[in-house]
Every structure is written in C-alpha cells, then in structure tokens.
T-cell receptor, first 111, second 113 residues
Framework: KAGVTQTPRYLIKTRGQQVTLSCSPISGHRSVSWYQQTPGQGLQFLFEYFSETQRNKGNFPGRFSGRQFSNSRSEMNVSTLELGDSALYLC??????????FGPGTRLTVL | DQQVKQNSPSLSVQEGRISILNCDYTNSMFDYFLWYKKYPAEGPTFLISISSIKDKNEDGRFTVFLNKSAKHLSLHIVPSQPGDSAVYFCASFSSGSARQLTFGSGTQLTVLP
C-alpha cells in the first residue's frame, strides 16, 4: 500500500507571497492532519480534516488554512508568507482511531 | 507549557548495547502514547505505541514501558544498531477528544559501531 505523499517536496517563496501544499493520504484513510516542524518550536499541530470538515485547529494565525476534498486529499495554504514560516510541513493520515502515518514533508523556505 | 518532555537532547550508545530513551508528560488526559523515528528532511516513521491500559508493549527490538503514576514512558532498543541513529520523538494524545498529537522535542540517538 502506498504511503502518504506530499507535493512539492521543496519550495522557495518570498515574503508576502502565498503557497499551497498538497497531501494525498494512504488509501482508505479519511483523516488528514498537518504539522509544522521548526528548529525552535519542534513539531506543532496545525489542523485536522475529516470528511472534508476541519475537526481541530492548532494555535496558528488565520494565514494558515486548509481544506480536504471528497477523495480525502488535502491542501494547506499559507498566505502573506513571513520569514518565520520557513519550516518542514508534514502531513499525516490515519484510519479511524489508528496511528497517524506521516508523509515525507514539504520543505518551505521563505526569503 | 510543554505537555510532553524529552529532557535528553542526545544519547550515544555502543552498537549491540541497550538504548533507553525517556519521555515525561504532564497532561493526565493523555491515554495513548507513540514513538516515532525521524531522519533529517523526512517525515517521522511510526515505531511503536502503547495505550494507557497497558504498561508494556513489545515489537521486535523495540519495547515501550509506561508508568502512569509517574507520567513517564521509555523506549528500549535492544540490541542497538548503527541504522537506529536518528531523532526519536515521543507523542501523546487523548482519545477522548481530538486526536492531535503533542510531540516532545526529540532525542538524537547515535549508535556507535
């Protein structure tokens, strides 16, 4: 079974731009969560989607948003990029109450 | 407020010996605990988990121990291999609410040949 896939793997943007990251969960997994990893803050929860609905949201500004499609694929959008948004963005999927499985991440660099 | 703490940022162990990674938590609502292994620029890889109804779970070379009264869990790797060198994160969630993972800060394990 294929794992969680994320595109693109690497991205370079400038301050003020916006970016969209994509995540395809493991087949059959309906829950998708997003996390941000930075050297200073570690791994932090952004939000979770299930059946196209946001179920839970972490402590991030409104510039961070997401959505989920009917095929469970999810996108995350960051608007008005700031230097501090440079991070590894990780997507994880799970089926029901099971363990979350992570994708390889998208490395975003904001210049 | 760090709800999950890994107080040792790094650990070095000789190949073939036991590696013990520790994790403490403060949120008494956490009832499910996981360990992930992570290489640079990759996503975390799930290793092993334990529910709060158990105090031990074993999977091959990996064993996780949970001490609920002390709010402490540990991951034992026996025998340690050079390929185990990575950053190890413990993570927790409360099954009674949203299943967002709260991660510790990670421990860099280096297994020396």
């Amino acid at each position: 079974k294929a794992g969680v896939t994320q595109t693109p793997r690497y991205l370079i943007k400038t301050r003020g731009q916006q970016v969209t990251l994509s995540c395809s969960p493991i087949s059959g997994h309906r829950s998708v969560s997003w996390y941000q990893q930075t050297p200073g803050q570690g791994l932090q929860f952004l939000f979770e989607y299930f059946s196209e609905t946001q179920r839970n949201k972490g402590n991030f500004p409104g510039r961070f948003s997401g959505r989920q499609f009917s095929n469970s694929r999810s996108e995350m959008n960051v608007s008005t990029l700031e230097l501090g948004d440079s991070a590894l963005y990780l997507c994880a999927s799970r089926r029901g109450k099971d363990t979350q499985y992570f994708g390889p991440g998208t490395r975003l660099t904001v210049l | 407020d760090q709800q999950v703490k890994q107080n040792s940022p790094s650990l070095s162990v000789q190949e073939g010996r036991i590696s013990i990674l520790n994790c403490d938590y403060t949120n008494s609502m956490f009832d499910y605990f996981l360990w992930y292994k992570k290489y640079p620029a990759e996503g975390p890889t799930f290793l092993i988990s334990i529910s709060s109804i158990k105090d031990k779970n074993e999977d091959g070379r990996f064993t996780v121990f949970l001490n609920k009264s002390a709010k402490h869990l540990s991951l034992h790797i026996v025998p340690s291999q050079p390929g185990d060198s990575a950053v190890y994160f413990c993570a927790s969630f409360s099954s009674g609410s949203a299943r967002q993972l709260t991660f510790g800060s990670g421990t860099q394990l280096t297994v020396l040949p």
